[in-house]
């Protein structure tokens, strides 16, 4: 369907690969499976759970799973009809008037979601028109940030918040923070603004809302892949990932130094900085070109360049990177629901008897990871927390049990109606899940990087660097495997 999100051209291409090259047998279609009962609350999914639960510790600590977008309108804004279209997507989308609370009876230590009848959407509105037009960016900024930066109570809800902010007559913003329990990658830039965007333009010329009804919700999805796991594919995925992650798993030495000259925190804090950046159109294009060649997607061409960086960093053979698999995107029937359908893998490096440094040697890890990535995708259900349990690693608070950095490419973001736009690097939360966080989005004037980090453990100067070696090392990798 044309209305329908589509994954990135990496994770698209990624999911046809892995189609073709999977072993296993099939899974059941959601299509064959009956609605969760909505008088019964759902569980969680596994993964959705588990940030839950890191949420109930980490999330004291700082807003880590607040996600903040930016939609641009040039032209006129009505805030009655933009809080009316805020509104309808809540409708439509049950996930958005969710929040979540312990169980009881059978399902005792698990959270059950909690959907809540529609309600008007208390949209802030904030007109700083009347400013001086120099003070005008600066104001709007620093009240996104304090939305972004206001944490969210997951039993009380709402888990979303948004504000209209007037800079001129024909310049607004809508800036929407969303707890990472009820989004993903696609949501905010797909379905969020497409839905915003045609819904507003609808009803600003006295028509109903153009979308059609939803077939399925979050929920819905929760239950088919718990039932799912319980049908022994979660066994399955386990003793893959038994496999992979065999024996002592790496801890990344940086070399690069730390905020301050103190050893690294006792325990993690989950503070978070940002830095951006952008990798030009060109060189874009020549990263893409050699993924085509290669048959690989941008995705793994990302990846084993920041393998080879890390590697020349630290020297280190063995070594971990995590990403965030679109788990539960690849059922058409749930790609046009919004609400939280990622789940991090560890994709492990092996550099040991690799060829030296150059042409070669990336050719061999280029391969390397677009293997590790396939199998990563074919197994990326269960969660993270379930490999610890199975591998029974040894907890360390100062650290994330697999990974400390972390890479991914933001899906593709849809023609939106003339006059709108969409931003998705413009808010600091001030929190970070993970050490160092790379987000590459695909767009015209080339590939713009978000770099989330805690700056408890580096100093801007040292991010700054660290993104300009990685743009380095990537020209150089697309100059070489240009012939």
Known sequence: MANEPRLSEAKQRLLELQTRRANSPAEPAASELSRHPRETPALLSPAQEQVWRLDQTAGKLAPLHNESITIHRRGPCDPA?????????????????????????????????????????????????????????????????????????????????????????????????????????????????????????????????????????????????????????????????????????????????????????????YRGAMHSFLLTRELAQSLKDLGRREGATLFMILLAGLVSLLHRYTGQQDIIVGTLAPSGRKQTEFQPCIGYFLNPVALRANLRGSPALGELWFHSLLHQMREVTLGAISNDDVPLAMIAERLQLKPDPSRHPFFTVALSVAPDTPQLPSGWSMTYMDVESGGARWDLYLEMSDRAEGLMGRAQYNPDLFTADAITQTVEDFRALLGQIAASQAS
């Open 81 to 269: 009809i933009m809080a009316r279209s805020l509104a309808e997507i809540i409708r439509r989308h049950e996930i958005w008037r969710t929040t979540f609370e312990a169980a009881s009876g059978d399902q005792a230590g698990h959270p059950v979601q909690i959907v809540h009848p529609p309600a008007p959407f208390p949209l802030l509105v904030s007109d700083l028109s009347a400013l001086p037009q120099t003070e005008r960016e600066t104001q709007a900024l620093a009240l996104a940030t304090a939305d972004a930066r206001q944490p969210f109570d997951l039993q009380t809800g709402p888990l979303l918040r948004a504000r209209l902010v007037t800079l001129g007559d024909a310049e607004h913003r809508l800036y929407l923070t969303a707890h990472q329990t009820i989004v993903d990658g696609i949501t905010v830039f797909h379905i969020f603004p497409y839905e915003l965007t045609a819904i507003y333009e609808s009803f600003a010329a006295g028509k109903p809302s153009p979308l059609p009804e939803l077939t399925t919700q979050y929920a819905d999805f929760a239950a088919w892949q718990r039932q799912k796991l319980a049908g022994g594919a979660m066994e399955n995925q386990l003793a893959y990932w038994q496999k992979q992650l065999a024996g002592e798993l790496p801890v990344l030495q940086w070399p690069i130094p730390l905020a301050s000259n103190q050893a690294r925190p006792a325990e993690q804090t």
